[in-house]
């Protein structure tokens, strides 16, 4: 009898055994920092792209910006509570799109440059907030986003999902929010990649044509790749320091911003809400949503190769411990919703656990009262690894920012 692709009870979960993160594949055990950056982590990138995420194209296919432009800018916006910028990356200026309009607010009396939260949005920046001059974006949406027609976003979206960024907030604490539309990088919709950053790639050298379908890079490293460029852009922003932006993602994003922080080294931390499979995770419990459920509703999140692996998470060579893993020695939040039992809250919180390794090569621990999972409305860790588990359904609140904002406050400092 086949498995079921969905399991939410505990009683029914496997017993199982996780990759040793601190162990290459020839048996070589890792115990210094050193030889984790020089030996294990580059294996495990490449265990992840070759099994998962899948590889980004050759750097001379990829887009390259050829320019940023200010869009428009507002020194008193919302009410006069922050100031209000933004900017198109431009990819190709032969084409009229695409390109990606970026949102960001930032502190209305900063007087030096200031760190960054950076994320995306699912259906538009002008559903961040009910502000008439942001712009709506004129690509493709997901039908199911308020206020949206024919695949088109309209003025009644405006703010329709602002009860998940907390920008008065984030910008009273020192921080910018940096956010642009995952669409403008890559539609998500299963379009066989014709659109979206895709449809600029130059031909392969060797074929003329794509890579090998199995570990060719689908919408999830294509929208990481896309964080990526936009933390580089904003070295032209002199109102943030590029040096202190933290990646931040919800759901399908919070697996976008913590692949985005391991392979790009230049984000100063990584928060993950909510990512559930595919993001934080383990695959080997078996809880909540399965791999052959993602890869079934979802084909367009991960390379082909996952797929191999439908019904079969034991044989994975790897597990998300290990994706957590990456991100060391930078600080890390992964944090879950108690009643989001298809994102698998205790999994999220053992991947954080099964990265502790790691992080204490570096001296990081991950607390001083014990490794239990928490109640709903309890928090865990200490230094650069936070954990916590939000009363409530899959959704980002005010419960989550205001513990992002504390942990960034403590571990990410702005340059002078």
């Known amino acids: 009898m086949a498995k079921p692709d969905s399991n939410t009870d505990e009683s029914k979960v496997p017993s199982y055994e996780l990759p040793a993160v601190l162990e290459t594949l020839d048996g070589t055990k890792i115990d210094t920092a050193a030889d984790w950056e020089a030996i294990r982590r580059p294996e495990i990138l490449e265990l992840f792209r070759a099994n998962m995420y899948g590889r980004k194209p050759a750097e001379a296919r990829l887009p390259k910006v050829d320019r940023v432009g200010i869009l428009e800018q507002a020194t008193e916006a919302l009410g006069g509570q922050v100031r209000r910028m933004q900017f198109r990356i431009h990819f190709d200026s032969s084409a009229a799109r695409p390109y990606v309009d970026v949102l960001v607010y ?16 699912f259906h538009g920046n002008q559903t961040v907030r009910d502000d008439k001059d942001i712009l709506l974006p004129d690509t493709w949406v997901p039908s199911r986003g308020t206020g949206v027609i024919n695949n088109r976003p309209t003025d009644a979206s405006r703010g329709s999902r ?16 940096v956010t642009a539309y995952c669409g403008d990088i890559d539609p998500d919709t299963d379009d066989g990649f014709k659109n979206g950053v895709h449809a600029l790639l130059a031909p392969d050298a060797d074929t003329g044509g794509p890579e090998s379908d199995g570990d060719n890079w689908a919408s ?48 100063a ?17 078996e809880f909540g949503e399965r791999v052959e459920a993602i890869n079934r509703n979802f084909p367009h999140w991960f390379c082909n190769r996952f797929k191999e692996f439908n019904g079969r998470e034991s044989e994975l060579p790897i597990d998300q411990h290990m994706l957590a893993a990456l991100i060391a020695p930078r ?16 999994g999220e919180f053992l991947s954080l656990k099964g990265a502790l390794p790691v992080y204490q090569l570096y001296d990081q621990s991950l607390t001083d009262r014990g490794l239990e999972f928490v109640e709903p409305g309890e928090s865990v860790g200490q230094g ?12 980002v609140t005010d419960f989550d920012w205001q513990r992002y904002i504390n942990f960034a406050r403590m571990n990410v400092q702005a340059k002078e």
């Not at 650069?384 to 959704?395: A, M, V």
Request: glycine letters at 10%.
């Open 106 to 121: 930032l502190p209305k009396e900063a007087q030096s440059p200031v760190p960054a939260f950076l994320g995306y949005n």
């Open 269 to 285: 931390g990584v928060i993950s809400n909510n990512s559930g499979c595919g993001g934080a995770a383990l695959s080997r419990r």
């Open 331 to 346: 600080p890390l939040y992964i944090a879950s919703a108690s009643e989001d039992l298809w994102a698998d809250p205790r």
């Open 384 to 395: 650069h690894l936070r954990y916590h588990l939000r009363p409530g359904k899959h959704d």
């Open 220 to 267: 999830i490293a294509t929208w990481a790749w896309g964080l990526s460029t936009i933390r580089e852009c904003l070295a032209e922003i002199p109102e943030i320091d590029e040096t202190c932006v933290v990646a931040f993602g919800h759901s399908r994003l919070g697996k976008t911003a913590l692949w985005a922080g391991a392979i790009d080294q230049g984000f």
């Open 162 to 177: 602002s009860s998940r960024w907390e920008v008065e907030s984030i910008c009273d604490r020192g921080f910018a929010l």
